[in-house]
């Protein structure tokens, strides 16, 4: 299936987003933990889906497909909590994302985890066992999610959970998430230079969260509102100023192309209210998800781009530096990557009706969907954007960007 999005006139529209995928998903763990934790507002996303299914599941196997976050945070929970041995599987690209260091870590606090085909990914099979608090170093520099999932599960843990982070930490706002959400049931958790030490929580008091709409899914329309004239506005809701979210920073990064953003009680409103800079050099080290929505903006605006520390970028749902300078490329851009950046400078004319990929991975159609704003363009397997975005295609449309 293919969508041929055809060079649109942008209507000004209010946009309801979905809550956030990594605040829903984190909180479902902690919910299934603690019994009287209420959530409003769960993401919609697939991944957020496969989470929920699968914390209800009585069955042997628990398939997650796609889902890479849950994948992650279910084999500490399932390791925790399991009375009985669960295979833990997903799709044959989730079967090649490694996971060695999370489980490794598990099994120093006395998990049972065994890998079923290839050493060091799922899928898994976990079996019952007692996990005991005790001192943990783990490698910080590959995925923030490792991190998360065994914080996620630490206090519950009788004696809690102390962790050394090793390495250059990368996606820290991610962790830092997990840290604010844990303090917000009632979690106590110390943090001496790279060490967190978790306490011990039986029970938390009654409570009710509604989880913030998702910064990751508002880049788009970031994207959108850079590359349109100026005086265009655009609302989402429900947004917060003091959000936990990291990629909140788009609304800092946005400032460079052009981009207004206003905070009202539970709105953002994004304005185009000037031109954007010739070239931009950013560190996405803390928010690698932002790179290919950036890319695809200084493409459409013919700007210089140059953006580092996107090294967790090889083990997303594809190997998305491969699969954005594939792309790109089709621009006429000569597009350098290394193992963790991307650069190219920008002085062709956008071409039209080109016809993108998108790999399994839902960042690159939403990404190269923005660029309707200035020409025709093709998006190859569109239904992928359920991954994080259910309703994409559908919002797209109320501000002017219709699928054929």
């Known amino acids: 299936m293919k969508f041929f ?17 990594s605040e829903s998903n984190r909180l479902l763990i902690l919910s299934s933990l603690y019994k009287n934790l209420y959530l409003e507002n769960l993401s919609n996303s697939d991944d957020t889906n496969y989470l929920l299914e699968a914390l209800s599941q ?64 799922p899928p898994l099979l976990i079996k019952p066992s007692k996990l005991s608090g005790d001192k943990l ?19 519950k843990i009788k004696g809690g959970l102390e962790v050394e982070l090793l390495g250059e930490q990368t996606s820290l706002p991610y962790i830092n998430m997990t840290i604010l959400l844990l303090k917000k049931i009632g979690v106590k958790i110390q943090l001496k230079k790279n060490i967190l030490k978790v306490y011990y929580l039986k029970n938390i008091r009654p409570l009710k969260i509604s989880i913030e709409s998702d910064w990751s899914s508002a880049s788009y329309y970031y994207s959108v509102v850079a590359m349109a004239d100026i005086g265009y506005s655009i609302m989402l809701s429900t947004f917060k100023k003091d959000s936990i979210q990291g990629d909140k920073i788009a609304s800092e990064i946005y400032k460079s192309f052009g981009v207004e953003t206003k905070f009202t009680e539970k709105h ?49 749902e594809t190997d998305r530096l491969i699969a954005l300078k594939n792309e790109l490329s089709k621009f006429n851009l000569n597009v350098n990557i290394t193992s963790d950046s991307i650069s190219f400078d920008n002085k062709s004319s956008l071409k039209s009706i080109i016809e993108i990929n998108t790999y399994d991975d839902h960042r690159m159609a939403m990404s190269f969907a923005c660029l309707a704003v200035k020409t025709n363009i093709i998006i190859c397997n569109p239904s992928v954007v359920s991954k994080s975005y259910n309703s994409f295609w559908l919002d797209f449309e109320k501000i002017g960007i219709t699928s054929q």
């Open 268 to 316: 953002i409103i994004l304005k185009k209210v000037g031109n954007n800079i010739s070239e931009i050099s950013l560190d996405l080290s803390p928010n690698p998800d932002l790179a290919q929505t950036i890319c695809v903006t200084c493409l459409g605006l013919k700007m210089k781009c140059t953006l580092t520390g996107l090294h967790t970028l090889k083990i997303k």
């Open 5 to 21: 999005l055809k060079e649109s006139k942008l209507k000004e529209a209010k946009i309801f987003i979905p809550g956030s995928k």
């Open 137 to 155: 170093s783990v490698d910080s520099s590959v995925s923030s999610q490792y991190i998360s999932s065994l914080l996620l599960i630490a206090p």
């Open 58 to 121: 009585k069955n042997k196997t628990i398939d997650v497909g796609h889902a890479g976050t849950a994948m992650r945070f279910l084999t500490s929970l399932i390791a925790l909590q399991t009375t009985r041995e669960i295979e833990l599987k997903g799709s044959d690209r989730m079967h090649n994302r490694p996971l060695k260091i999370l489980v490794e870590s598990l099994k120093k606090i006395g998990a049972s985890i065994q890998y079923l085909e290839k050493d060091g990914f």
